[in-house]
């Protein structure tokens, strides 16, 4: 499968622990994308990557949030001491930029579950 | 800022009639503009895009999408709706200003298509 993969599929923890969440882009795709989505809403971007540099992050980015891209490939979304409002579903996406007409192209997400 | 509105939470057709779901955006620049569509515990799927040209786009599985301008919108559209259709729809846009525009898609909050048999 050469799609965009995210880990773990589902992640269920008590508020205040951390978690963490992986994202594996198309190999040949330089942006990288997180967006989170809530139930009966479309995706909110939270930050994107060209490469390994973090270029943009939203306002919905708490300081409870980092993102990290070290060698341009694959990223991690950290979120510390989660909060019940955290549960959503995370969604990464990637493509191929050549003079920004190309689609986003995204994984099957991550579901988090803050009990 | 951009921003993207879909009109309407759930449209109904029967199958092998003609769909359409409606969505306007608003965007600074010249618009690139995207239909995605869920599947229940799935990730998004392309279905189509516009950046330039044709105001009329062919995508995947039968849809297509007019972008019109002087409306601001991009309605998705499907001669005959099939079951296998009923799905989750969401419209996108970005700025397509190379030098300002935002990367990120911001989305519709999306459209339920429900074909009955």
């Known amino acids: 499968d050469t799609g965009v993969s995210q880990n773990p599929r589902h992640k269920i923890t008590k508020r205040g622990q951390n978690v963490t969440f992986r994202c594996d882009p198309i190999s040949e795709h330089n942006r990288l994308y997180w967006y989170r989505q809530t139930l009966g809403q479309g995706p909110e971007f939270l930050t994107y990557f060209q490469n390994e540099a973090q270029l943009e992050k939203s306002r919905l980015l708490s300081d409870r949030f980092s993102a990290e891209r070290p060698k341009g490939s694959f990223s991690t979304l950290e979120i510390q001491r989660t909060e019940q409002g955290d549960s959503a579903m995370y969604l990464c996406?990637?493509?191929?930029?050549?003079?920004?007409?190309?689609?986003?192209?995204f994984g099957p997400g991550t579901r988090l579950t803050v009990l | 800022a951009q921003s993207v509105a879909q009109p309407e939470d759930q449209v109904n057709v029967a199958e092998g009639n003609p769909l359409t779901v409606k969505c306007t955006y608003s965007v600074s620049g010249n618009p690139y503009l995207f239909w995605y569509v869920q599947y229940p515990n799935r990730g998004l799927q392309f279905l189509l895009k516009y950046i330039t040209g044709d105001n009329l786009v062919k995508g995947s599985y039968g849809f297509e999408a007019e972008f019109n301008k002087s409306q601001t919108s991009f309605h998705l559209k499907k001669p005959s709706a099939l079951v296998s259709d009923s799905a989750l729809y969401f419209c996108a846009v970005r700025d397509g200003n190379g030098d300002t525009g935002r990367r990120a898609l911001t989305f519709g909050s999306g459209t339920r298509l429900q074909v009955q048999p």
């Open positions: 996406a990637s493509s191929l930029e050549k003079g920004l007409r190309s689609g986003q192209f």
